[in-house]
Every structure is written in structure tokens, then in C-alpha cells.
């Protein structure tokens, strides 16, 4: 049949490269072909751009207020010289907050806050959930049903709750809700590296490292855990979407960052009730936090779609 | 033939029943984890817990006398004996933020709290479901595409940001139009429920049981006021928890109409559709009498896991919203530092989790009949 010789061309180019390519610039470019990955990713740009360079794009310390300065009231909403807010006044493109301070400048410094909670929550629980998983998984018996079972535990209660309930113990404070945050996140991956050591340690390639003499943490490093990378990385990305979230949430409760520091989920939660009078304090942190959420969210939605090999074999859904 | 009938009938139903008694009995050793944990976080907290309990003015005396009461003498594992002993008789310690015990407390404020979830629950599932099915049919279509790019905005805003955004447009935009709704509060001032027990004039005796019974009961003021007719009281309530419901309801939504599609894609790519579809059966009755059974199987399960995150997230919108449930009391026992209080609370809350989630397994159940029959 003709439909045989009819492979478009791209098709051939792509079986080419295919041989020359190594496994991370194919993946690489399977992701850029994911739309959602690129506009997360853009996105994500923008944030870490802004949290790097905020000392030379905030117009003002963060910290500093206006307290006394002719024309400067608390609360007040934007004023921009561009839109006929006087000269004479100095400029707050997003409005100054209840103890007069430039929004604008405490949103970019917040970046920084939000980018480090979000990597630290994460490496903390993956790093704490791959070795309780690896031990689990590579030990068996009584350790695995210990390890496994506490993190049964772990989900049997409402996760926010728990961390709540540790973050009270611990006493408020952001190390505290970034720990209790980390915690109760740990048991998704220790059951995913658990799964992946228990799948392949009787592999022939697993067995012929161990008839070579390599160690256990050799094996365990070198040849299980990147079975497991593509799932992790895809894990950590939503992780990191979720730990922003509800380390932010702890803070609106008080029991994470403490005032002044120029955290989000903390500048939201100390005006909530000026909603009615002063609605730009809780509307920009508010969408601050939601961007920021929604660029992970489509980055590792991205990942996912083009990682995972079952979706790709079934097409793109999910 | 029909007594073969019987007897696959009955082994079922035995099959069944033995399920039901393994799954319940399942729940037990994970409330007693429960118990340990909470137990072992209130051990955990430095400093005397006499001075953080009873204020730091206490004397050694009066010290002493508490830790004689409360057993805190005695080796920890008789501890948790008694603590364990105590909760089975239904004495979860008293607030001090309330001056009360945490089980009135129960009464008064959970009835809330599974009002809210259940609402915001059936939001999700009522919008959720229909919304996957759609974007699996019509894979790829303009209408999937937002349904998807809506599901993940929808899990990327924080529960407390979209509650005030909700308060923002509802009670302060569309003030004074129709569509305004109520902020805050379960019954606009000057309304009360009026107990199905006054009102069919039954004889309660205060504090006891049965009182403490039937006041939980009524507290649900959706159903109290629906089996007494009091169609205002009712109508109230429910504007009043259409907006903390919605707030509650997006991120299980979200999740759910996502599972509901991709389950839907799978299932629909099975051999036995193509069959129905080869048989000249109308699309409509491929998907509702036939892939739909399979493919909501796993959103059950979803539903299950999205009660956490409802029962969780109802410390925020009910702080939010100051709904007077359990969430909003944790809330203001974290704000009080009232230790007893907080434990209590955290008990009940992954208490009712660990029982719903039981619910949903036994569903499964009806629903599979590969589970109950393994």
C-alpha cells in the first residue's frame, strides 16, 4: 500500500535524531513541546527574575515606612505619577499597607521569601522521603513495615491539619511550617522510591553490579534510583505548588512567617479585614501567591505529559 | 437454576458482609495511631505542661495537685493508658479558650463543619463529574482546553485569597443587588433555629445523653430546618454557605473533573465500547450506561482522598467566613495557644476523616464487585 511510503518528513527526521540525541536533550525537547510547561516555565522566569533583581527593582527597602511623609496615608491605594497622582507625593504603584510600606517593594522581596520556602519545603521532603523509601524498599521485612507503616500514619489525617497541629507543638514560625510542611509531604515520595527499589532490586543489571562487588549505597545510587528520577522530578515540581500553597496558608494563620518579614501568605493574612476598605492588600499578595502556584502547577503538568512514557505511548491526556 | 441463583446470591451477601467487617475493623489500629501521635505532639511540647495549660502564674502547689490528677506522674505508657481510657468514655479534655468540654463543643460546632464539607463536596462532584465527561468526549476541543487550563487555575489559588475574592465581589461589588450574598455568619441576625425536639414538643432533659444527642442533631440547621418546615431559617442557611461551599469546593473539583476525564479517555478506549458503539447503540447510552460505571470507580476513590483537603481547608474558609464550626475553633485555640483544646480538635477532625474515608471504601464496595469479592 502507498500509505507505507508516505511517512511525512519530520517523522524521518525525528527517527534520525533519535540516535544522535542523548536521553536529557530528548526530553528537554519533549517538554518544550509542551505548551503548558513553556507559558509554567515563562512564568517561573518572571518570578525568579524579579526575586533576584529585587534590590534593583523595588523602588524602596521593604521594610521601610512612610509613616509622617506629607500626603502618605495608611492603606492607601496606588498612586502613580503617570496617572495624575501629584508629584509631590512619592510614587506606590501598588498602594502602601497598614504600616505604610510600599507594596510593589515587599511583593518582589516576597518572591525571594515564596522561591526558597518552596525549594527548601521540597528538597527537605524528597531528600527525607527518597532515603526512608530506599531503606524501606531496600531492606524489607520488620524496617519496611515500620518505615511504611508511620508513614501510613502520616495520611491518616488531614495533611494541613497535621501540619498545623506540628507547627503548634514546634511554636510559629516559617523554619517551623517549612518543617511541618516537609514532613507531612515526605510519605508521597518515600512510597514512590519505595515502589521503584522494590521493582528493579532483583533486576539482572542490579544483580550483575552486586556480583561485581558494589556496595549497597553504590547499587542503590547508581543503578535503582535514576529508575525513579523521571516520576520525582514531575512529584517535586507539583510538590513544590502545593508546599508554596500551604506554607502560605499556615502564615494567613499566623503560624508561619512572622510580620515584618515580607512573606505573602503573612502580608494577606494581616489585612484580610480591610477586604471591605483597603481590597488591593489582599487582592496583590493574593495574586502573587496564585501566579506563582499556577507556574508550578503548569510546569510539572508539563513534565508529567512529557515524561511520563505511558502517557506519551497513549497520546497526550491526562 | 434458581437454586444456584440463591446460593451465589448468598455468597455474595457473606462476602460482602465479611468486607464490611475486615474494612471497619481496619479503622481501628489507625485511630489508635492517631491517638499515639496526637498523644505523643502534646508530650512533645517544651515547658511543664501544668505552667502551658493552666497559665504560667501557677503555683508549685497547685502543680502538684494537677500532675497527681492528670496521672502525670506515672510512666508514660500508663499515661496513655489513661488517656486512651478517658477518650474511649468520651472525655476528650476541656478548652480552655472555651471552658469547655471539647465533647459539648463537639455538639455544638461539628454540625457545622460536615454541613460545609458536604456542600462544598456535592459543588465539586456535581459540577466536577459533568465537566470531565465533557472534556473526555470531546477530547482537544475549545471546551476541553478550558475546562483543563480552568481546573489547573483552579487548584493554584489558595482557599483563603478565593474566600476573599468571593466576600470582595458578593457582599461589597454586588452589594444591594440580588446577587448579593452574606459574608459571614451561619443565619443572618435575628434568625434562630428552633430545635425539631421543641417543635414536636418532646421532653429533653438538659445534659444528658440523649440531650447532647439530639442538640447534635439539630445543630445541622439544613436539616433541621427542612424536617421542621422552616423554609426561611433554611433558605438563610443556604446563602449563607453557597460562598465558604464554592471557596471549599474548587480544588476537589478541579481534581475531580480532571480523574473524571482521564478515566473516562481510558475507559472509553476499551474493547467493549468499540463493541457497544459496533452494536449501533446511541452515544448517549455508551457513555452513561456504559463507560460511566467504570470510570467514575476511580474518582470514588478521589472523592475520598479530596475530604482531607476539604477538612482541612475548613479551618481557613470557616476562619474566613467565621462560620462557627470546628475549623474556626482550632483556629482560635491556635490564636489562644490553648494546648487541650487543639488536641481535642485534631482528634475529632481526623477522627470524622478516618470515618469517612471508611464510608467511601465500603462504597467502593457496592460499586466493585472485584474489591468485596477478593
Redesign the interface.
Known amino acids: 500500500m502507498a500509505t507505507v511510503a508516505q511517512i511525512p518528513d519530520d517523522n524521518i527526521a525525528d527517527i534520525h535524531d533519535y540516535k544522535s540525541n542523548s536521553l536529557w536533550r530528548l526530553t528537554l525537547r519533549r517538554v518544550f513541546r509542551q505548551r ?1 510547561a513553556v507559558v509554567g516555565l515563562v512564568i517561573l522566569l518572571v518570578v525568579v527574575f524579579s526575586a533576584l533583581f529585587a534590590p534593583v527593582i523595588a523602588p524602596y527597602d521593604p521594610y521601610k515606612d512612610f509613616i509622617g511623609v506629607e500626603g502618605v496615608k495608611r492603606r492607601d491605594g496606588p498612586c502613580i505619577h503617570l496617572l495624575g497622582c501629584p508629584e509631590s507625593q512619592p510614587q506606590f504603584i501598588l498602594g502602601i499597607d497598614g504600616n505604610a510600606r510600599d507594596v510593589f517593594s515587599r511583593i518582589l522581596y516576597g518572591a525571594r521569601v515564596t522561591l526558597r520556602i518552596g525549594v527548601t519545603v521540597i528538597s527537605v521532603a524528597v531528600l527525607g522521603g527518597t532515603t526512608l523509601g530506599a531503606i524501606a524498599g531496600y531492606a524489607g521485612g520488620t524496617i519496611d513495615n515500620i518505615i511504611m ?1 508511620s508513614m ?2 502520616i495520611l ?7 501540619a ?3 507547627v ?2 514546634l ?1 510559629p514560625s516559617l523554619m517551623n511550617a517549612m518543617l511541618a510542611i516537609a514532613i507531612v509531604s515526605m510519605p508521597g515520595y518515600a512510597r514512590v522510591i519505595r515502589s521503584t527499589v522494590l521493582s528493579v532490586r532483583e533486576a539482572d543489571y542490579v544483580e550483575a553490579s552486586r556480583a561485581l562487588g558494589a556496595s549497597s549505597l553504590h547499587i542503590l545510587f547508581k543503578r535503582i534510583l535514576p529508575n525513579a528520577i523521571s516520576p520525582l522530578i514531575v512529584l517535586a515540581t507539583l510538590g513544590i ?1 502545593t508546599a508554596v ?1 500551604d506554607t ?2 499556615l502564615s ?4 508561619g512567617a512572622q510580620p515584618p518579614l515580607p512573606e505573602w ?1 503573612t502580608m ?2 494581616s489585612e ?1 479585614n480591610q ?2 476598605s483597603a ?1 488591593h492588600l ?2 496583590v499578595p ?1 495574586i502573587a ?3 506563582t ?2 507556574a508550578f ?2 510546569l510539572g ?1 508539563g513534565l508529567r505529559d512529557a515524561l511520563d512514557p505511558r502517557l506519551v505511548n ?1 497520546g ?3 | 437454576m434458581t437454586v444456584t441463583y440463591q446460593v451465589t446470591i448468598t455468597l455474595e451477601y457473606r462476602l460482602m458482609v465479611q468486607y464490611i467487617i475486615r474494612r471497619t475493623l481496619l479503622a481501628i489500629p ?1 485511630m489508635f ?2 491517638l499515639l ?2 498523644f505523643g ?2 508530650r ?3 515547658g511543664d505542661p501544668c505552667k502551658s495549660i493552666l497559665g504560667e502564674k501557677a503555683s508549685e502547689q497547685i502543680c502538684e495537685r494537677f500532675a497527681e490528677e492528670h496521672g502525670l506522674n506515672e510512666p508514660l505508657p500508663v499515661q496513655f493508658g489513661i488517656y486512651i481510657n478517658k477518650v474511649l468514655h468520651g472525655d476528650l479534655g476541656d478548652s480552655i479558650r472555651f471552658g469547655r468540654p471539647i465533647i459539648v463543643m463537639l455538639v455544638e460546632r461539628l454540625p457545622m463543619t460536615i454541613e460545609l464539607a458536604f456542600a462544598a463536596m456535592t459543588f465539586a462532584v456535581i459540577v466536577g463529574i459533568p465537566a470531565g465527561i465533557i472534556s473526555a468526549i470531546r ?2 476541543s475549545a471546551i476541553d482546553v478550558a475546562t483543563m487550563t480552568l481546573a ?2 483552579g ?7 478565593l474566600g ?2 468571593l ?2 465581589f458578593f457582599a ?1 461589588a454586588l452589594k444591594d443587588t440580588p446577587f448579593a450574598l452574606p459574608p459571614s455568619g451561619r443565619l443572618s441576625p435575628g434568625l434562630s433555629a428552633t430545635p425539631f425536639y421543641e417543635v414536636w414538643g418532646w421532653s429533653v432533659e438538659e445534659d444528658t445523653p440523649r440531650f447532647l444527642f439530639l442538640e447534635f442533631i439539630a445543630n445541622h440547621f439544613l436539616f433541621n430546618s427542612l424536617i421542621t418546615a422552616d423554609w426561611e431559617v433554611f433558605f438563610d442557611a443556604i446563602r449563607h454557605l453557597i460562598l465558604p461551599a464554592f471557596a471549599l469546593s474548587t480544588i476537589p473539583m478541579a481534581i475531580i473533573a ?1 480523574i473524571t ?2 478515566s473516562m ?2 475507559v472509553l ?1 476499551l474493547d467493549y465500547i468499540r463493541a457497544a458503539k459496533a452494536k449501533g447503540l446511541r452515544q448517549r447510552t455508551v457513555i452513561m450506561k456504559h463507560a460511566l460505571r467504570n470510570a467514575l470507580l476511580p474518582v470514588v476513590t478521589v472523592v475520598g482522598l479530596q ?3 476539604i ?3 475548613a ?2 474558609t470557616e ?2 467566613f467565621s462560620l462557627p464550626g470546628v475549623g474556626l475553633s ?2 482560635e485555640a ?2 489562644s495557644r490553648d494546648f487541650p483544646g ?1 488536641q481535642g480538635l ?1 482528634i475529632i ?2 477522627f470524622v ?2 470515618f469517612l474515608n471508611l464510608m467511601v471504601d465500603l462504597s467502593y464496595a457496592f460499586l466493585d464487585p472485584r474489591i468485596r469479592l477478593n
Open positions: 503548558s507503616r501510613d500514619v491518616a489525617f488531614p495533611f494541613f491539619l497535621l498545623i497541629a506540628l503548634f507543638v511554636g505548588a500553597l502560605a496558608a494567613f494563620l499566623g503560624l501568605g494577606l493574612g484580610r477586604i471591605f481590597p489582599v487582592f493574593g501567591i496564585s501566579i502556584v499556577l502547577n503548569l503538568d497513549e497526550k491526556s491526562g | 489507625v495511631a492517631i501521635v496526637v505532639l502534646a512533645a511540647i517544651p477530547r482537544n489547573t487555575i487548584v493554584s489559588i489558595p482557599v483563603f485569597f476573599l475574592m466576600i470582595y461589597v480532571r476525564r482521564s479517555l481510558e478506549g475530604l482531607a483537603a477538612l482541612g481547608g479551618v481557613l476562619t474566613i482550632v483556629f491556635i490564636t487543639i485534631v477532625i481526623a476523616y478516618v
